[in-house]
């Protein structure tokens, strides 16, 4: 069964140091999306993807963070200057968007663990 | 923005018992989704569930869209079902994200 996946599945990073996030979504999916969960909170939406470009970005998606789709199978997070509160785990998520509206299961990757000290 | 309550927050429960867990969002939603957070962090899709009933082995799931809530149930619980347990919720926002609830912690006890 197709599944989504992710690299590297913990980082450790240096406060101010750049680090990037890799997805592979599903192959036939069309919206991808990254999610973050601060330890011992609940999952928040970060930004989601379409047709090449941002579709939406919460208030958390500030000028540090970016997202790309360098070829037709990546999708990276890349966090220019981390800081001590971007600890967290970070989930990418797809969906096909079967139908419009009518059909919208998010498939979920196993998450990158970021740790910055 | 809508807002989804999960309850109860914490649960434990004895290998074997029953449970139920609620879910109620504040406004109309299109999908509706339960995961499980393993130990490790990952999350399980449990069921897509946007209305009507499913059953899936020990878990089953039931989601009353016009009134605002779903529920998970878990019977014969085993310890291997400890960890969070999350729904989801997507309304027509035009890029079908999914705003998280605030979860329920369930811990089986052998």
């Known amino acids: 069964e197709p599944e989504v996946t992710q690299t590297p599945s913990h980082q450790v990073t240096q406060m101010g140091q750049e680090v990037i996030l890799r997805c592979v979504p599903i192959?036939?999916?069309?919206?991808f999306y990254w999610y973050r969960q601060i330890l011992g909170q609940k999952v928040e939406f970060l930004v989601s993807?379409?047709?090449?470009?941002?579709?939406?970005k919460s208030e958390i998606f500030d000028d540090q963070f970016s997202v790309e789709r360098p070829d037709g199978s990546n999708f990276t997070l890349k966090i220019r200057s981390t800081k001590l509160e971007d600890s967290a785990m970070y989930f990418c998520?797809?969906?096909?968007?079967?139908?419009?509206?009518?059909?919208?299961?998010?498939?979920f990757g196993p998450g990158t663990r970021l740790t910055v000290l | 923005g809508i807002q989804v309550e999960q309850s109860p927050p914490d649960l434990i429960l004895q290998e074997g018992a029953n449970s139920t867990l609620r879910c109620n969002f504040s406004d109309s939603v299109n999908n509706l989704q339960w995961f499980h957070q393993n130990p490790w962090g990952q999350l399980i899709n449990l069921f897509y569930?946007?209305?009507g009933t499913k059953q899936n082995g020990r878990l089953s799931a039931t989601t009353v869209a016009t009134e605002r809530y779903s529920l998970l149930y878990i019977s014969s619980s085993q310890t291997t079902d400890s960890g969070v347990y999350f729904c989801a919720v997507e309304r027509d926002s035009g890029t079908y994200k999914y705003i998280f609830g605030t979860g329920t912690r369930l811990k089986v006890l052998a």
């Open positions: 192959s036939n999916h069309l919206y």
């Open positions: 998520a797809s969906n096909p968007i079967v139908g419009g509206l009518a059909y919208n299961e998010q498939f």
């Open positions: 569930i946007p209305s």
């Open positions: 993807f379409y047709n090449n470009e941002i579709s939406e």
